[in-house]
């Protein structure tokens, strides 16, 4: 408790929020309700701050859905969503970017360590594959995940692997078996209806 209070502290006091990078945004609170402002993450903690008109607010992960924002250093829209790192229920939830949605969504972190350095590239990232609200780390894609795409879609999803010469167990190719698989199925359903 002393420990958050602190990280609490530190995080709203007027120095540490000028180090910080405010972006215009919104989040989706756990109750549904959304709100806008300017708004800051320390990923590390899995806290936000957001910044309204009005107020500050200091928000853990554990009261969020997702936020979302525009990052104009990498001209780029950011989405995140707060998810736990597994099914028990006192586990605790951090916060992830969504680097692919879908069926199957890929969502990214970073260790605690690289969340408070700058300049961050996609290698200082931890990659998993969401999948029916079960977190996966993505180097074990092709043991956990894949066989059951395969399954599920027939011989469209073999014959792509096949014959772009895709390695499962290659994290950038399993990104891309993962978005063609995700277009599959929104194509699949859009054909049956």
Same mark, same amino acid.
Do not use: E, G, K, P
């Given at each position: 408790m002393k420990k958050l209070f602190f990280?609490?502290?530190?995080?709203t006091t007027p120095l540490?929020?000028? @180090?910080l990078e405010?972006? @215009?945004g919104s989040v989706v609170l756990a109750s549904r309700n959304v709100l806008t402002g300017k708004i800051a993450m320390e990923p590390g903690f899995d806290l936000v701050l957001l910044r309204t008109a009005d107020s500050c607010l200091v928000l853990p992960a554990h009261k969020i859905l997702s936020? +979302?924002? +525009?990052d104009a250093d990498e001209n780029i829209n950011r989405k995140f969503v707060s998810l736990k790192e597994n099914e028990n229920p006192r586990a605790p939830q951090h916060f992830y970017e969504v680097v692919l949605y879908g069926k199957v969504n890929v969502?990214?972190?970073?260790p605690f360590i690289k969340s408070r350095s700058k300049g961050a590239d996609a290698h200082d990232y931890v990659y998993f594959v969401q999948q029916e609200n079960a977190l996966t780390k993505l180097d074990r894609f092709n043991k956990d995940i894949y066989p059951s795409l395969l399954s599920s879609s027939g011989s469209l999803l073999a014959d792509f692997v096949s014959a772009n010469r895709l390695d499962p167990t290659d994290a950038a190719q399993a990104i891309r078996i993962i978005e063609y698989y995700?277009?599959?199925?929104?194509a699949g359903t859009l054909a049956r209806h």
């Open positions: 990280v609490l502290l530190v995080l540490a929020a000028r @180090d405010w972006h @215009d936020l +979302y924002f +525009y969502v990214r972190r970073l995700n277009h599959t199925q929104v």
